[in-house]
T-cell receptor, first 114, second 109 residues
Framework: GAGVSQSPRYKVAKRGQDVALRCDPI?????LFWYQQALGQGPEFLTY????????KSGLPSDRFFAERPEGSVSTLKIQRTQQEDSAVYLC????????????FGEGSRLTVL | KNEVEQSPQNLTAQEGEFITINCSYS?????LHWLQQHPGGGIVSLFM???GKKKHGRLIATINIQEKHSSLHITASHPRDSAVYIC???????????FGKGTKLSVKP
């Protein structure tokens, strides 16, 4: 497709389960960002990739969160031993430019942890 | 205090009204983005600007770097403009975005 694709769109997990969220950026986009958006709040930065290199992971809230982009294209955000406070929409965005380009967002993956 | 502050938090307007949403920030930035988010989560980038003014259709965005302030204007508002409008600034060496909490706009017919 032409846009940023995320899957699954909705995920319900029991507390303690591991989840994996996928992001397919626009082909050729160098930069990829993950954001977490809690209900009623603005998105918050989680991590940034430039091609396959994870250049910034300062926003990951705990060591239960892990992201990868092994071939510089598709990225996976993994959350281990999910907690209720992990419930949020996880947004992926990509950009053609290294730093300052326009961002294209996916529809998000809504995670609900019971 | 948040690094990016938006006002108002909520805004209700009648169709046809001129709308202004404000964004103030406290950090050094390389660019400022205005984003639109419809119910269901999808975010669309409206503008990216680092100086001056940009216009696209009925939307106008301005930024004053010295005052660390930006405004988003919507002329002749329409119910389909109802959405959350988010201001985000790009700061830091890697260009991470810092988001405001958003302004929820509702335009009544």
């Amino acid at each position: 497709g032409a846009g940023v694709s995320q899957s699954p769109r909705y995920k319900v997990a029991k507390r303690g389960q591991d989840v994996a969220l996928r992001c397919d950026p626009i082909s050729g986009h160098v930069s990829l960002f993950w954001y977490q958006q809690a209900l009623g709040q603005g998105p918050e930065f989680l991590t940034y990739f430039q091609n396959e290199a994870q250049l910034d992971k300062s926003g990951l809230p705990s060591d239960r969160f892990f992201a990868e982009r092994p071939e510089g294209s598709v990225s996976t955000l993994k959350i281990q031993r999910t907690q209720q406070e992990d419930s949020a929409v996880y947004l992926c965005a990509s950009s053609q430019a290294v730093r300052y380009g326009e961002l294209f967002f996916g529809e998000g993956s809504r995670l609900t942890v019971l | 205090k948040n690094e990016v502050e938006q006002s108002p938090q909520n805004l209700t307007a009648q169709e046809g009204e001129f709308i202004t949403i404000n964004c103030s920030y406290s950090v050094g930035i390389s660019a400022l983005h205005w984003l639109q988010q419809h119910p269901g989560g999808g975010i669309v980038s409206l503008f990216m600007l680092s100086s001056g003014k940009k216009k696209h259709g009925r939307l106008i965005a301005t930024i004053n770097i010295q005052e660390k302030h930006s405004s988003l204007h919507i002329t002749a508002s329409h119910p389909r403009d109802s959405a959350v409008y988010i201001c985000a600034v790009r700061s830091g060496s890697q260009g991470n975005l810092i988001f405001g909490k958003g302004t929820k706009l509702s335009v009544k017919p």
